[in-house]
Nanobody, 121 residues
């Protein structure tokens, strides 16, 4: 089991940037793919990005490519989500998760508590 704690959310104006962090407790952090998902009020959970255990492979949602970038620091047991050119429609609770390399939330077994991102117009 992996305990995950997200941070870095907040209120930002449209066009701004935020970097989310997700710190993992497990010493086997490198064995897990890590993913970011988001959920806006009244909407389903949405895939954002995923990165393999080694960090050598990553994938982003097509609609977010070019604006969002996932990365991981194995030495710090931390995964990041850099978000640029933010739009009001990016407003959501963002969750990090540990599991298999996948865009499906059901392939992830451990989840953080989520961090709120609000983008004002």
């Amino acid at each position: 089991q992996v305990q995950l704690v997200e941070s870095g959310g907040g209120l930002v104006q449209a066009g701004g940037s935020l970097r989310l962090s997700c710190a993992a407790s497990s010493r086997t952090f490198r064995d897990y793919a890590m993913g970011w998902f988001r959920q806006a009020p009244g909407k389903e959970r949405e895939f954002v990005a995923t990165i393999s255990g080694s960090g050598g492979t990553r994938s982003h949602a097509d609609s977010l490519k070019g604006r969002f970038t996932i990365s991981r620091d194995k030495a710090k047991n931390t995964v990041y989500l850099q978000m640029n050119s933010l739009k009001p429609e990016d407003t959501a609770v963002y969750y990090c998760a540990a599991g298999r390399y996948s865009s499906k939330w059901s392939d992830y077994t451990d989840w953080g508590q989520g961090t709120q991102v609000t983008v004002s117009s």
